[in-house]
């Protein structure tokens, strides 16, 4: 039904930027928030950064300054634009749309992407 297409990962050395993008399609109606997951080797997944349909950002403390989440909602898509990069943001990153309301459903659901790898490191 919904299908999340996260794209921009790779390898890069600290100081560094990149930029992801996260693609929703599918039978979507609206989307209320958006945001970016990590996981790193042998850890729990945590919060990078969220996004509402509203433009209001969370974003953990880690990433703070370094980090910035936007969203097109037009086009279902969310950026998170990662500058100053280091080793430690070294993870997969997860894109989630939560409280999706799709077409022909009264229900809101909540999707994950596949994950993208990024790697800092020199």
């Known amino acids: 039904q919904v299908q999340l297409v996260e794209s921009g990962g790779g390898l890069v050395q600290p100081g560094e930027s990149l930029r992801l993008s996260c693609a929703a399609s599918?039978?979507?109606?609206?989307?209320?928030?958006m945001g970016w997951y990590r996981q790193a080797l042998g850890k729990e997944r945590e919060l990078v950064a969220t996004i509402t349909s509203g433009g209001s950002t969370n974003y953990a403390d880690s990433v703070k300054g370094r980090f910035t989440i936007s969203r097109d909602n037009a086009k279902n898509t969310v950026y998170l634009q990662m500058n100053s990069l280091k080793p430690e943001d070294t993870a997969v990153y997860y894109c989630?749309?939560?409280?999706?309301?799709?077409?022909?459903?009264?229900?809101?659901?909540?999707?994950w992407g596949q994950g993208t790898q990024v790697t800092v490191s020199s």
């Open positions: 599918g039978s979507i109606v609206s989307i209320n928030a």
């Open positions: 989630k749309a939560d409280n999706v309301r799709i077409i022909g459903s009264l229900y809101a659901y909540l999707f």
